[in-house]
């Protein structure tokens, strides 16, 4: 497999930009569900947040740089003979990408509210407030919503794949993991 795309598959970095990212989001939204149930009590309480602030953090960074790969290289082209399904596709991708990045301003901004810095294992990150009454509540509303919409979007993105795997035969699972 080659580093990078070609006109026909994705390359070795794109593929785990793509899984890498995938699993740091997966594992902020199982997280993030889980940690809204916890009572003060739990062991977890403190923990699972801090985890999932840092996670966040690091999956910002996996997001900037995904970007800055999908923008320089080409991307292969998607093989359908139906126009509505790569319409859908690419409307699919866009809008798990804003979801994504919404969901990860949206809880930096929240973070930013209740401390001086933000502390990322040895870093000091600078905090984004702004002039806006209850912003860490706005922060948390879009933050929530922005989630329940990408677990929506991402569960008609994985159909989509075992679609095309299974019904059309096109063997994109091997593609999506660069086999």
């Given at each position: 497999m080659r580093l990078t795309n070609t006109e026909n598959r994705f390359g070795i970095i794109s593929v785990l930009f793509?899984?890498?990212f995938a699993l740091a989001v997966?594992?902020?939204l199982g997280t993030g569900i889980y940690?809204?149930?916890l009572?003060?009590?739990s062991p977890w309480y403190h923990p699972m947040p801090k985890f999932h602030q840092q996670l966040g953090i690091a999956t910002i960074?996996?997001?900037a740089l995904r970007?800055?790969?999908h923008f320089i290289h080409k991307q292969p082209k998607i093989k359908t003979k139906k126009r509505w399904e790569k319409g859908a596709a690419k409307a699919a991708h866009h809008v798990m990408l804003l979801l994504s990045a919404g969901i990860l301003i949206?809880?930096?901004i929240m973070v930013s509210v209740e401390v001086e810095f933000i502390e990322w294992f040895q870093f000091q990150l600078p905090t984004l407030t702004f002039d806006i009454e209850n912003q860490a509540d706005l922060a948390g509303f879009w933050h929530k919503y922005l989630a329940y919409g990408l677990i929506g979007?991402?569960?008609v993105h994985v159909l989509a794949a075992l679609k095309h795997q299974f019904i059309d035969k096109d063997r994109i699972l091997q593609k999506i993991f660069g086999l």
């Open positions: 793509h899984w890498v997966i594992t902020l940690m809204v149930g009572s003060y009590y960074i996996i997001f970007a800055m790969w949206s809880g930096y979007i991402i569960s």
